[in-house]
């Protein structure tokens, strides 16, 4: 009887053998769809192979190779014209999928079947009103995201949730077990029914943040909906403090050299607790010697660790209002890892000879020991430079007196050489938020960069630099920091809208940092500049990592990774490990071995990491700003415009509040819209131009959402 049995199951077809019949027919058919019994029949699926048959074509849709389609009929994908992509982002009107080649399809609220993010799904094509793909739901094949944020609403006897993005509608709690929530709280909710709406989704309550009127309970919301979590697991905070306890000792000098002699320093915000990196300088013969010295972080956090594993997944520390997510747990990024004076740390160094006019004449790294002489202050150094310093401040630098003025001199020479490579020079607005004891957002102030910043910024970028060159010297794999070059429709587009705002502009075969310099220098000064900078921002490539050397079009070098930051930055903590090996003289076919795989990954896995947390980021602001403003409804303000859409423009005040002034607040009339340059009335001619100067009220605020709605002052 088993014998029998045994001969039967050999005699069945496999799973992957039904796999090839299904696909077989399907492409052979002369239609498009054909009917599931059908291609049963057509593969001959005996009653004994029906199980892998079900397993075969189960795999097959789960791999959106095939679709079933109503009336039982199956085709294959791309017949249809369908393809693969996940669900990048959600609004409440519209979301976003990725395709496996890296195309974003934008899709309307009404086509996406309900999707979420990370939700792996089918996308066919629809006609584009933007000229951008876009794109429909045709079937979800993975589940991604179960969990979502929200606002706790109460209506017709019951609460129900309004999620923070994916719907405009409730919907259903069915549970929430021992967690006590209250109408207007931000919560945490799970999805256990799913609908084929996102309005049909039901859900559970998990946790309660706090009042949606409260910033600080958004803002926890919004890291909760990016996956980013304040505590560290238990593991991995047993081997930080393992580390801490066991302090500094002098066996892990041994190999490194001894620079606790130089005259380093840190400088920084007077609030940072992370000092990861440290400078020296001195004159030369032919020039400078620069010194950048490092935390050494890989020598504590070691690869495949539980610490190490855990920073590959934050990627990066996120910074907002007065708080920190850190890459690390405090015993390291704020204790045994920071470079604080007067104590012994262990760092990496790299040292740049540099001739009179800033060339980078050769470079060295090695393993170090280094005290720092003073925990230098950014406001305090800028003083110095500028003559105010009081005698306080000149008392607590007269150690580094010396190297203070022969830095500032080394920057100048940089930054001219810099300007000489004609980058870009695009400007930001940055601001800071004073957060009260409260823990409320009360006031917004201009993030002032002095002298200081710009020497720091110089001689990172240095370093950044001397790493770079140094994996390529010895065919190592990398972590690089890379910005390419800004796609043709991108710069087709900036071309088109200097057009329009009456700009001039260089003409190319090939648009360069030169001609983006360029560009930028004829406005400068001018009212246009504040509106072409922007532009030209828009048309840039977003900066990434990548293990491929393909240089950094923005700063307009060949070589460019991230070293100075491994507290804080993966991709720094990654390079450190890789030049560590470099330098106990592992060759290039070992090196290969080891950290082709993992620069990779490391590049792949930090490039997300640094998106999800600058989305992050700017949300949680956008919420403080909101709640400092609903302190200022019906004021005026004087603001430039900063955007404009077909459906009104953006405005932005000087401390960086932005927001929206929608075309129904406008004086009535037929607006036409020129992209994105300006809303002019058809008939009066009155038009709102980027950069045009403008009095606004703000009119509302909604902290929740984060957004700030302003109306034209008639009376300003």
């Given at each position: 009887?088993?014998?029998?049995?045994?001969?039967?199951?050999?005699?069945?077809?496999?799973?992957?053998?039904?796999?090839?019949?299904?696909?077989?027919?399907?492409?052979?058919?002369?239609?498009?769809?054909?009917?599931?019994?059908?291609?049963?029949?057509?593969?001959?699926?005996?009653?004994?192979?029906?199980?892998?048959?079900?397993?075969?074509?189960?795999?097959?849709?789960?791999?959106?190779?095939?679709?079933?389609?109503?009336?039982?009929?199956?085709?294959?994908?791309?017949?249809?014209?369908?393809?693969?992509?996940?669900?990048?982002?959600?609004?409440?009107?519209?979301?976003?999928?990725?395709?496996?080649?890296?195309t974003e399809y934008f899709i309307p609220g009404k086509c996406m079947l309900g999707a979420m993010p990370n939700d792996v799904v089918l996308i066919s094509d629809i006609p584009s009103r933007s000229g951008e793909p876009e794109g429909e739901v045709q079937d979800i094949l993975k589940f991604g995201s179960t969990t979502l944020t929200g606002r706790i609403e109460y209506a017709d006897d019951r609460f129900f949730l309004v999620p923070d993005s994916a719907s405009k509608n409730y919907m259903t709690i069915m549970e929430s077990g021992n967690v006590s929530f209250s109408e207007g709280d931000k919560v945490l909710a799970e999805i256990v029914y799913r609908g084929r709406r996102h309005a049909e989704h039901k859900v559970k309550i998990i946790s309660v943040f706090g009042s949606s009127e409260l910033a600080s309970a958004c803002a926890e919301s919004i890291l909760a909906s990016h996956g980013i979590v304040s505590e560290f697991p238990p593991d991995v905070l047993k081997e930080a403090r393992k580390i801490s306890e066991g302090g500094v000792q002098e066996y892990s000098f041994n190999n490194r050299e001894d620079l606790r002699y130089m005259p380093v320093f840190t400088i920084d915000s007077a609030e940072s607790k992370d000092l990861d990196d440290a400078v020296s300088v001195e004159r030369t013969e032919k020039g400078y010697r620069l010194g950048v010295h490092i935390a050494d972080v890989s020598f504590y956090v070691r690869g495949n660790s539980a610490l190490d594993k855990e920073a590959l997944r934050r990627g990066t520390s996120v910074y907002y209002a007065d708080k920190v997510v850190p890459m690390l747990p405090k015993e390291l990024s704020n204790g045994i890892c920071s470079l604080n004076p007067d104590e012994d740390r262990l760092t990496l160094s790299a040292f740049m000879d540099l001739s009179s006019d800033g060339e980078m004449l050769d470079f060295r790294f090695c393993k170090s020991v280094i005290r720092s002489r003073v925990k230098g202050v950014y406001s305090e150094i800028n003083r110095i430079l500028d003559n105010s310093a009081d005698s306080g401040i000149i008392e607590k630098y007269s150690c580094v007196s010396g190297e203070i003025p022969v830095m500032n001199e080394l920057a100048d020479i940089l930054i001219r050489r810099k300007k000489m490579r004609h980058a870009p020079e695009l400007e930001t607005v940055e601001s800071r938020l004073i957060i009260g004891n409260d823990g409320i957002c009360c006031g917004i102030v201009p993030r002032e960069r002095g002298k200081s910043e710009r020497i720091i910024e110089e001689f990172m970028l240095c370093a950044n630099e001397a790493a770079a060159k140094l994996a390529r010297r010895h065919k190592s794999p990398f972590v690089y920091r890379i910005h390419e070059n800004p796609p043709e429709e991108k710069v087709a587009a900036l071309c088109a809208m200097l057009v329009k705002a009456g700009v001039e502009y260089p003409h190319f075969q090939e648009f360069s940092p030169s001609h983006a310099a360029e560009i930028l220098d004829n406005v400068r000064g001018t009212d246009k500049f504040e509106a072409v900078n922007m532009m030209v921002l828009r048309s840039m490539a977003k900066a990434k990592y990548s293990d491929e050397p393909l240089g950094h079009f923005g700063l307009v070098l060949k070589d460019y990774a991230h070293f100075t930051s491994p507290i804080r930055r993966y991709p720094d903590l990654a390079i450190h490990r890789i030049i560590t090996d470099i330098l106990a003289g592992y060759n290039e076919i070992w090196l290969e071995k080891r950290y082709s795989g993992f620069a990779s990954k490391a590049s792949e896995m930090s490039s997300s990491a640094e998106v999800r947390a600058v989305s992050a980021e700017r949300e949680c602001e956008d919420c403080y700003r909101a709640e400092y403003m609903k302190q200022h409804i019906g004021e005026s303000f004087t603001a430039k415009i900063s955007g404009v859409t077909e459906f009104g423009f953006y405005v932005q005040l000087p401390d960086s509040v932005e927001g929206l002034v929608h075309i129904r607040s406008l004086p009535e009339g037929e607006y036409d819209y020129s992209e994105?340059?300006?809303?002019?009335?058809?008939?009066?001619?009155?038009?709102?131009?980027?950069?045009?100067?403008?009095?606004?009220?703000?009119?509302?605020?909604n902290v929740s959402e984060g957004t700030i709605d302003f109306v034209l002052d008639d009376e300003g």
């Open positions: 009887m088993s014998d029998k049995k045994k001969k039967n199951n050999n005699n069945e077809i496999s799973v992957e053998s039904y796999k090839n019949k299904i696909v077989t027919f399907l492409r052979g058919y002369n239609k498009k769809l054909m009917p599931v019994s059908e291609l049963e029949t057509k593969c001959r699926t005996k009653k004994s192979g029906h199980e892998n048959f079900a397993e075969a074509f189960s795999q097959l849709r789960d791999e959106g190779i095939i679709t079933v389609r109503k009336g039982m009929k199956v085709a294959l994908c791309s017949k249809l014209g369908f393809r693969t992509a996940r669900i990048s982002r959600l609004s409440r009107t519209f979301g976003f999928a990725e395709t496996d080649d890296g994105p340059v300006s809303l002019t009335e058809k008939f009066s001619g009155v038009s709102y131009e980027l950069g045009d100067t403008v009095q606004v009220l703000c009119a509302s605020v």
